[in-house]
């Protein structure tokens, strides 16, 4: 069992960053691959970047890719994602997801545990 806890979301504005954290417990925390996806309103959630167990192997969508960077400290069971450049359209509530040797990594159906979301609000 693995429980995770978003932090770090906020109001900011347009060209600015965030760091997103995900807080795992659980032992077998460093066994497990972790993605964040974003849900905008009256959209369907999206992925936005995945991380392998190791760390050694990182994915990225394209709408983030060279703005966004995730990293995970296995020490302390810890995701982090790095989301520089904002724009409004990364308007959304982010989640974090766990899950043991996904297929692609890119898929929501891949993943067993879900935090609850943090709210990232970029204004124009």
């Known amino acids: 069992q693995v429980q995770l806890v978003e932090s770090g979301g906020g109001l900011v504005q347009a060209g600015g960053s965030l760091r997103l954290s995900c807080a795992a417990s659980?032992?077998?925390?460093?066994?497990?691959?972790i993605g964040w996806f974003r849900q905008a309103p009256g959209k369907e959630r999206e992925f936005v970047a995945a991380i392998s167990w190791s760390g050694g192997n990182t994915y990225y969508a394209d709408s983030v890719k060279g703005r966004f960077t995730i990293s995970r400290d296995n020490a302390k069971n810890t995701v982090y994602l790095q989301m520089n450049s904002l724009k409004p359209e990364d308007t959304a509530v982010y989640y974090c997801a766990a899950a043991l040797n996904p297929t692609t990594g890119w898929l929501d159906k891949e993943y067993d545990y879900w935090g609850q979301g943090t709210q990232v609000t970029v204004s124009s």
């Open positions: 659980g032992r077998t925390f460093s066994s497990y691959a």
